[in-house]
């Protein structure tokens, strides 16, 4: 059974940090392209962060870029996302995600529709 477990979400301050885990389980996601989604109440889904399976390749939503970091342990089958300089907008349910299919070595996808695998979701949520 594939699983994708999110942890480390809670309450933070605006400006704080909180670092995301995904554990994978059920079959090796080390040839998988991995990315983070959120989504806020009343919004839609929207892209975070991906990250190639090599770990070389990794883009960002603007919205994001330059406070968060996409990596992976490919050893531990874990992704992260280091979440910096929070703020209230960044509050959502944050969502893994994993390919499910093997891409280059420096490909990662920024599309939902590329992942077949989804964990449960872990709150984040940031106060002013």
């Known amino acids: 059974q594939v699983q994708l477990v999110e942890s480390g979400g809670g309450l933070v301050q605006a400006g704080g940090s909180l670092r995301l885990s995904c554990a994978a389980s059920?079959?090796?996601?080390?040839?998988?392209?991995m990315g983070w989604f959120r989504q806020a109440p009343g919004k839609e889904r929207e892209f975070v962060a991906t990250?190639?399976?090599?770990?070389?390749?990794?883009y960002y939503a603007g919205s994001v870029k330059g406070r968060f970091t996409i990596s992976r342990d490919n050893a531990k089958n874990t992704v992260y996302l280091q979440m910096n300089s929070l703020k209230p907008e960044d509050a959502a349910v944050y969502y893994c995600a994993a390919s499910g299919r093997t891409y280059g070595s420096d490909s990662y996808c920024y599309s939902a529709q590329e992942y077949d695998y989804w964990g449960q979701g872990t709150q984040v949520t940031v106060s002013s």
């Open positions: 990250i190639s399976w090599s770990g070389a390749g990794t």
């Open positions: 059920g079959r090796t996601f080390s040839r998988d392209a």
